[in-house]
Nanobody, 115 residues
Framework: QVHLVESGGGLVQPGGSLRLSCEAS????????MGWYRQAPGKERELVGS???????NYKGSVKGRFSISRNNDNSTVSLQMNNLETEDTAVYFC?????????WGHGTQVTVSS
């Protein structure tokens, strides 16, 4: 079955950087668009960005220029490089396989941006 394991979250000061990684298994990684989502306290889960099987990316407007998604099809990982972090970026970040009928989710990793 699909397994997605996120790592790399933590506490960082505003303006700092973090790199999140998602290790994927249980499906043909190369065929699927992968997404990063986040959910902040009191808010619904939202799409941060996605990357297609051939490496095309799109991002939520508020993270454009600060966040970058990449994938490594050789080891079935997708990463989210987060720079110039803001307090508003605080959330649990989830990796997802974007299937046609549904998404498959990881368990999330906490990112806290605070002084």
């Amino acid at each position: 079955q699909v397994h997605l394991v996120e790592s790399g979250g933590g506490l960082v000061q505003p303006g700092g950087s973090l790199r999140l990684s998602c290790e994927a298994s249980g499906f043909t990684f190369t065929l699927y668009t992968m997404g990063w989502y986040r959910q902040a306290p009191g808010k619904e889960r939202e799409l941060v960005g996605s990357i297609t099987s051939d490496g095309g990316t799109n991002y939520k407007g508020s993270v454009k220029g600060r966040f970058s998604i990449s994938r490594n099809n050789d080891n079935s990982t997708v990463s989210l490089q987060m720079n110039n972090l803001e307090t508003e970026d605080t959330a649990v970040y989830f990796c997802a396989v974007r299937g046609v009928e549904r998404n498959w989710w990881g368990h999330g990793t906490q990112v806290t941006v605070s002084s």
